[in-house]
Antibody
Framework: EVQLVESGGGLIPPGRSLRLSCTVS????????MSWFRRAPGKGLEWVGF??????????EYAASVKGRFSISRDDSKSIAYLQMNSLHAEDTAVYYC???????????????WGQGNLVTVSS | DIQMTQSPSSLSASVGDKITITCRAS??????LNWYQHKPGKAPNLLIY???KLHSGAPSRFSGSGSGTDFTLTISSLQPEDFATYYC?????????FGGGTKLEIK
């Protein structure tokens, strides 16, 4: 069974840093690009960024709202994806989700499995 | 950047109704459009990918159509478990973008 579990969230003062982890099981982690999303209170889903697999350089892409403050990394040996969040703002308060990117071999990309989410609250 | 405009933002309907949600992209995204259902405290659930392909496990009452800039999600006969928020997501290019969401409520 495919499972993704986020951890590391909590209450953090503005300006501080926090690292979320996404621990996966049930599939070969190194074969999938991984992405982070968030949903702020009263708002819709927002893409945060993703990391490609090692054969594609393990490169990353980010939303403008987090570029330069957030970074995504992966440890294929541990089947974990990370979201390092620096210089946190109150506006970063959200439930953060990780998801894997599936390619169906016929040109379609989609995020098929997601974690349950982890709440990050940025407040003094 | 591609903007996704989703409508309506909220919808009130009854069990058994047929409903349609639309999503418009600000530029051509071919068929790179997915639909998700999201309930509070739960993981988002993939319903439709590549604009019209039903994801395994999604009920057949869900269907998607469209290509280019205009897309629709249809639920043919609403069931009690369908009341949730629905989002479209374009995966044509980064930055990936969601529509604003449609909150489907019981009438």
């Amino acid at each position: 069974e495919v499972q993704l579990v986020e951890s590391g969230g909590g209450l953090i003062p503005p300006g501080r840093s926090l690292r979320l982890s996404c621990t996966v099981s049930g599939f070969t982690f190194g074969e999938f690009a991984m992405s982070w999303f968030r949903r702020a209170p009263g708002k819709g889903l927002e893409w945060v960024g993703f990391i490609r697999t090692r054969p594609y350089g393990g490169t990353t892409e980010y939303a403008a709202s987090v570029k330069g403050r957030f970074s995504i990394s992966r440890d294929d040996s541990k089947s974990i994806a990370y979201l390092q969040m620096n210089s946190l703002h109150a506006e970063d308060t959200a439930v953060y989700y990780c998801s894997r990117l599936h390619y169906d071999g016929a040109g379609s990309y989609y995020f098929d499995h997601w974690g349950q989410g982890n709440l990050v609250t940025v407040s003094s | 950047d591609i903007q996704m405009t989703q409508s309506p933002s909220s919808l009130s309907a009854s069990v058994g109704d047929k409903i349609t949600i639309t999503c418009r992209a600000s530029q051509n995204i071919a068929f790179y459009l997915n639909w998700y259902q999201h309930k509070p405290g739960k993981a988002p659930n993939l319903l439709i990918y590549a604009a019209s392909k039903l994801h395994s496990g999604a009920p057949s009452r869900f269907s998607g159509s469209g290509s280019g800039t205009d897309f629709t999600l249809t639920i043919s006969s609403l069931q009690p478990e369908d009341f949730a928020t629905y989002y479209c997501l374009q995966t044509y290019t980064t930055p990936l973008a969601f529509g604003g969401g449609t909150k489907l409520e019981i009438k």
